[in-house]
């Protein structure tokens, strides 16, 4: 049953990925995007990952998607988005170097799996328990990046005057 | 554990079924004759005379960048208030309030940034 739902969750995750890079309107490519993090959040709860499963909802289909938008609108692109033949070469290679960094740790991780039965429920509670204990330092660097988040926004948007 | 988030999978399938049906059946069942009249954006209303897609202010990617960061704040602060009670019972200390004190209070410099440089006004 759980294999099931992964499959179907894997095979929505990438076929909207693939609509993502084969869209010509970007507009559509933001929208396909929202149906991918769904997807994802899907795989975090047949991950036990409740709480990130929460925020992946609330955080990237909701607030980060919207920002996506946004800067579609801002560039207002129309028939200016046909990439170059060399440009896109380039970024296939890239593309496909990700992959195979990706590829090493995914081959890592089986040498040494946890069963599930093992493994500690990722809910809100847990989460707070290691976060506030074990992790404090990088929860604390984490606003000090919230906070250069802020000020970079700020000062590439606002006019010098 | 994964059978709690069945009702979650119903109200996702309804809500996608309820549109999918509706939307099928209108093309379905609806009489389709276009012209040129019909097919205007704005049927019987005021005439479009430019694109829908103009340019954006960049105050709406401020307000946008700045909700964000305010909404992964509040991310942070959700598993913190449902371990806070049994924290102070079990070690007794108040170490968690004032962790959370440094965090709010890091946050607030760039609060105070951003309203200092205006980027919260919308003149």
Known sequence: ?161 | MLIDYLPLLIVFLAAVGFSVFNWGLSHLVGPSNPDSKKLEVYESGVTPDSDARLKFSIKFYIISMIFIIFDIEIVFMYPWATVFKDFLIKTGSHFIFFEMATFVLILLVGYYYAWKKGALEWE
Request: charged share 10%.
């Open chain 1, 1 to 161: 049953m759980e294999l099931a739902i992964f499959i179907v969750l894997a095979v929505l995750a990438i076929s909207s990925a693939v609509v993502v890079i084969t869209q010509k309107s970007p507009v559509y490519s933001v929208l396909a995007l929202v149906s991918t993090f769904f997807a994802l959040a899907g795989i975090y709860v047949l991950l036990n990952a409740y709480f990130l499963a929460m925020i992946q909802i609330a955080v990237y289909a909701g607030a980060i998607m919207v920002l996506f938008l946004f800067v579609v609108m801002l560039l207002n692109l129309k028939e200016q988005y046909y990439v170059e033949n060399p440009k896109k070469i380039i970024g296939g290679v890239l593309g496909l170097a990700f992959v195979f960094a990706l590829l090493f740790p995914i081959f890592e991780i089986e040498k040494n799996l946890v069963p599930e039965s093992q493994m500690p429920v990722g809910d809100a509670y847990n989460i707070g328990i290691r976060l506030f204990t074990d992790y404090v330092f990088p929860f604390e660097i984490a606003s000090i990046i919230l906070l250069i988040a802020t000020v970079g926004a700020i000062v590439f948007t606002k006019k010098h005057s």
